[in-house]
């Protein structure tokens, strides 16, 4: 196995070429990951291509039938619909075990973006606040000056001091390569607390990437999981309030 | 010494060919381990070839004669007997130090599995649940569904929920690296602590792996080593209670 | 992208050549970092070179407008001005992820000091004594024993027993990187507490580097970082106190 | 800088051969260093080779005139003497910063070995036990039995059982490297408390070496060494008592 490996699954790959490259892998909160499954999950998605790595970790996953397989990236393409643009969608298992391995990765999907004909990259995370967040803001990063207007017009915040830090892994570094290979883009970082997987962060995100690409997709899957976890995290609060009360009741 | 060195031991592989491969290195509770060292005991087994490799930790073991040796795996074969099939046992001293390690040797051990015909690869190992387990379950993770049935008849439980992570070393990548070369096999994990070294899971693994393939071993020196290990867990038991019990006496 | 990557920004390296070359990349107190900003900062500096690496971390920046960048360390031609020397200046974002890296990438500053016929080398940084401290000495490490009694001149301290552990990173090895390549230089490390970006100590750093180079900037801009330093290091002593005394108030 | 990089002192190798290679580099106690550097010291030893390595720790460290050098290992010729027979110390800084620099770089010293002509190696370092040994016994592990009876004669230890774990790094890798190349030996490991610099432990295993080898070297200055140790040992001793029974002084 080579340290990067790319296996194809469609013979033909000019017909499932696309102006834009969507990239959700885990990172804080699983935010891009949400995203990018959710593109998967309700598009018309065609698997066109499989990422293996001796960088991934050497931890073989269980499918739904406990069959075993390698961990993977994927690349998706989702056809056009109505009046929506077609694009690829870079989902997957997991980012490199080492600091190099980011940089050799982040290359290897960005050359495969180049022969899918990708103009435009948009990556997809979490930037981790520490708290809970109600109204979670839309954090971008650029390829350029030039997406200043319509990335900002499209509701997310462009902010030269946040993400502090700047952003790690492949949502920043396909930006980056793909500069170097004439590709445009951003970055999109839904606030999260960085504790929990955040639906709620990734519904922040999609909303973004909808007013700035025409796509639209139905997000009622998406929508419960929120909801799932907004309940969740309100029944905690509520354990955790009435618990205190209980230890002070000893007082009245 | 190259990244991984094989060693052959015997001049002439064909005569020492199986379709069976059985591993069993180092792991949680080293229950795999157990079983494949046991196999090597019992048996009639010829040590075939050795691996060493830079990816293993840079510790010198003594043998019996505190005689220094490399840190090695070792490939042994276990002629037919009876009514029972040959076949191959992977066993050794320690998997790698890194991520890129695990891929690149369980490469190198399925090549060897090649060279020797292996048909089936059977991986053998612990689930970690964090407490102690009566009657352990054994996990198995499939190369594919066609071995669902048997699999399941010898008594081993599948589930896509576990284990929890998927499969992490040789366990996992000796089954997905086999499939690429057109090898079958299962993973099969017994449930265990995790915090000793657990001879009890190692039997429940031998039990199943023993349905599967027609082989069978004495097992009186693995038996006596639960019972052991029953014994000083259960010795342990009573100290601590004892010791509570002391610890509350003021109060009678 | 290659190991470590050398993009030049001038067609004409022969007219940005100098004798010195001045290293200040991040390190204890950000001390070195802070002087070679500052003389980038204030100096006519061109940027003539600029090093990419997959050994620095994959964590991209983000510019003032938002815009990602790679990790990069950047070297600068400033040129003569009245009586003072042309110097070349290395400043930047990172070091080295991995112990190796510290060595490749220390090797290829010293190739690119060549090119631009680089004679002497000053590394700078900060020496962390784990307390704050009044009146920070400069610790001098040379190249050889010839630069002993400039260096002494110049006010730095050289003492066989300090930095204690030796100097990690590249501010030693440009020294011993730079020797096998003929070049002559020393390392100056600030006394700081290793807790704070330290201007202060940085002061300190520039003072020796100015008497022993004919260099001569204007430090408005670092005396007000020190001076903030020190108003905010005296503010929060000021609240510890007062919460000292408030705490034993109940006493009187 | 390749990651090996070995540099001939000496233009005459054939003049600087000797059966015996001692190896002394810097481990638990800093036992082996210790011995191999007082070999060095008293000997009338003439240095025949640097070695530098990226595989050692990025640190330069400082001669006596506060110039820096990159951290190394050095082999050292000493001649014959009396009726005492000339050998080769491996002293230095430092070992590997990873798993596969310690194999790469004891194959690389074998080599060195390999050109010097020896043919017995003799790897000396410390077991730390956790506690303070008053007469630390010497541990040997073997090349091969062959060399049972005269380490046992020489006052050494072997027991299959310690150290537990086998040896870590180049006092065990240099002996089955060493075997590869037709070279016999023996490791032998000092017992030490492992929290101390321990020449105690040093003196032990310098004894054993001197029996088994015919060497024989003033010990003054190593015996200063321990005595110098055992006197602040107890002097911290006496301060711990000392101040348990002032903290108790209240009770009389």
Chains 1, 2, 3, 4 share one sequence.
Request: with cysteine; proline share 4%.
């Amino acid at each position: 196995m080579e340290p990067v490996n790319v296996r194809w699954y469609v013979e033909d790959v000019s017909s499932h070429c696309a102006d834009i490259a969507i990239e959700g892998l885990p990172g804080v909160g699983h935010v891009g990951k949400l995203v990018a499954d959710h593109l998967v999950n309700v598009g018309n998605a065609v698997k066109i291509a499989e990422i293996t790595s001796t960088y991934f970790p050497p931890q073989m996953y269980l499918t739904n039938d406990a069959v075993l397989r390698f961990p993977r990236n994927e690349v998706f393409f989702v056809p056009a619909k109505d009046s929506q643009p077609s694009y690829i969608v870079l989902a997957g298992d997991c980012q490199s075990t080492s600091p190099e391995g980011h940089y050799v990765l982040a290359e290897a999907y960005v050359k495969i973006f180049e022969l899918l004909g990708v103009k435009k990259i948009y990556t997809l995370g979490g930037y981790g606040v520490g708290h809970m967040v109600d109204k979670p803001r839309v954090l971008a990063a650029l390829s350029s000056t030039d997406l200043k207007d319509e990335v900002v017009a499209s509701g997310a915040v462009l902010n030269k001091e946040e993400p502090v830090g700047g952003i790690i892994g492949a949502a920043g570094l396909l930006i980056t390569f793909g500069r170097l290979a004439k590709m445009s883009g951003a970055a999109f970082l839904g606030e999260t607390s960085g504790y929990l997987v955040d639906p709620v962060a990734s519904k922040a995100v999609l909303d973004v990437l909808e007013k700035l690409t025409g796509i639209s997709v139905d997000k009622t899957s998406l929508n419960e999981l929120a909801e799932q976890m907004l309940t969740e995290v309100s029944a905690i609060a509520s354990s955790i309030q009435n618990k205190n009360a209980e230890d002070l009741s000893y007082i009245g």
